[in-house]
Every structure is written in C-alpha cells, then in structure tokens.
C-alpha cells in the first residue's frame, strides 16, 4: 500500500525556520514529481513548491527566495526548508507525488498534512 507521510510541522516564531519531511513508501515502482502544498483555514489548497526527478524546481512567488525544495530519490523522500517565516505562511501544508506502483498504475497521492503554525 503506497502511502506518503510528512513530519517535522510545529510552532515558530516569525523569521524562524523549519524543515519539513515526505517519505513514500509501499511498492513503489518509480517516483516522478514531487510537491508541496499549502492550505490556510478559509482558502483554497495552493502551491508551495514542485521538483521533477530531474532536478527542475518551481516555486509559488510567495514563498520564492525563502523556501527550498529537495529530494532524495533514493529515499523516496522530498523536503521543504522554509526560512523567514512569515505569520502569512500558517497553513496545514500537505506533500504530493506521482507514483507508479504494482497494482493501480501511476496515481497522485497526497500525505495526510502537517500543521505549521507562525506567530507574531
């Protein structure tokens, strides 16, 4: 069963940083690309940041210059460094992958969120 889960959300103050981390498991058969979303109460799911297996990243304009996504594809993992946090970054942020596994073909899944909280 294929599955992603994120770790590493919390508490920080504004201009703190925090890393956060998206581990796919199961019987995965190939990784394609990777990503981070975001979602604040009252608004619409957003882009964060997207990294192909290659190596090309993309970035939402807000978040550009302070956040940096990575991955290790040998891990099946994909990070986010978030640094000079924001209160205008507090949202439940989620990790998404295109996955090809043995049974169902590729899908999109999606990790079950991790709460990051900024204060003022």
């Known amino acids: 069963q294929v599955q992603l889960v994120e770790s590493g959300g919390g508490l920080v103050q504004a201009g703190g940083s925090l890393k956060l981390s998206c581990a796919a498991s199961?019987?995965?058969?190939?990784?394609?690309?990777m990503g981070w979303y975001r979602q604040a109460p009252g608004n619409q799911r957003e882009l964060v940041a997207t990294?192909?297996?290659?190596?090309?990243?993309n970035y939402a304009d807000s978040v550009k210059g302070r956040f940096t996504i990575s991955r290790d594809n040998a891990k099946n993992t994909v990070y986010l460094r978030m640094n000079s946090l924001k209160p205008e970054d507090t949202a439940v942020y989620s990790c998404?992958?295109?996955?090809?596994?043995?049974?169902?073909?590729?899908?999109?899944?999606w990790g079950q969120g991790t709460q990051v909280t900024v204060s003022s």
């Open positions: 998404n992958a295109d996955l090809r596994d043995s049974e169902l073909g590729c899908r999109r899944y």
């Open positions: 199961g019987s995965i058969l190939s990784v394609g690309t």
């Open positions: 990294l192909t297996r290659g190596g090309s990243a």
